[in-house]
C-alpha cells in the first residue's frame, strides 16, 4: 500500500468510524465532507480505496442509487494490522 499517503488515510478513518458505529457513511455523505478535500477529489480516493480492496460500495435501503461505503475483509485485516503494530510500538523495550 505505498500509495496509501494521508489524505487517503484520512478519508479511510473516516468511512472506518461511521462503519464501526454501524452507521456507514454514504458515498454522498464521504463526498460532502469539505475538510477532506474537493467532491471530485473525494471521489477519486474513494474509488482508490475501492480498488485497493479496503471497503467497497453496497446498495442500503429502498433506494437503489443510494450506496453505503462499508470495509470490506482486507480493510478490517488492514485496521487489524495496524492495531497490532500500534501496540507493538508503545510496548517498552525488554
Do not use: C, Q
Not at 477529489?41 to 437503489?64: C, E, P, S
Amino acid at each position: 500500500m505505498d500509495d496509501f499517503d494521508a489524505n487517503l488515510k484520512a478519508l479511510f478513518e473516516e468511512i472506518t468510524v461511521a462503519w464501526s458505529k454501524n452507521t456507514p457513511l454514504t458515498v454522498s455523505n464521504a463526498i460532502g465532507i469539505k475538510k477532506l478535500g474537493s467532491s471530485a477529489t473525494l471521489h477519486k480516493r474513494i474509488a482508490r480505496l475501492r480498488k485497493m480492496g479496503l471497503i467497497v460500495a453496497v446498495h442500503t435501503g429502498g433506494n437503489a442509487r443510494s450506496k453505503s461505503l462499508m470495509l470490506t475483509e482486507n480493510g478490517v485485516e488492514y485496521l487489524r494490522r495496524l492495531g497490532a503494530a500500534s501496540s507493538k510500538a508503545l510496548l517498552p523495550n525488554s
